[in-house]
Nanobody, 125 residues
Framework: QVQLVESGGGLVQAGGSLRLSCAAS????????MGWFRQAPGKEREFVAA????????YYADFVKGRFTISRDNAKNQVYLQMNSLKPEDMAVYYC??????????????????WGQGTQVTVSS
């Protein structure tokens, strides 16, 4: 049974930082591209960042470039999202996801095989 479990969300003031973690089990983690998505109330789920199996290729949505950093530790079956300079508009439920599809599909939620349950990030102004 595949499980992706996010942690690290919470309440932070604007300009602050959070580090999200996603622990994976039940899958060949090092074979998957891992992505982070987010969904705010009333909005569609949107792509945040992705990292290929080796960490050799990393992709970010334009709105997080320079502020967020995605990384992975294949030995621990974990992927991380370091979020700095948080803004109120970053407030959302953040999800990690795993895909075997090519990186060209990295921003498409429908191309991800597995999803976590999400972790809430709240940014106060």
């Amino acid at each position: 049974q595949v499980q992706l479990v996010e942690s690290g969300g919470g309440l932070v003031q604007a300009g602050g930082s959070l580090r999200l973690s996603c622990a994976a089990s039940g899958l060949a983690f090092s074979s998957y591209t891992m992505g982070w998505f987010r969904q705010a109330p009333g909005k569609e789920r949107e792509f945040v960042a992705a990292i290929t199996w080796s960490g050799g290729n990393i992709y970010y949505a334009d709105f997080v470039k320079g502020r967020f950093t995605i990384s992975r530790d294949n030995a621990k079956n974990q992927v991380y999202l370091q979020m700095n300079s948080l803004k109120p508009e970053d407030m959302a439920v953040y999800y990690c996801a795993a895909t075997t599809f090519a990186a060209i599909y990295k921003a498409r939620p429908d191309k991800y095989n597995y999803w976590g349950q999400g972790t809430q990030v709240t940014v106060s102004s």
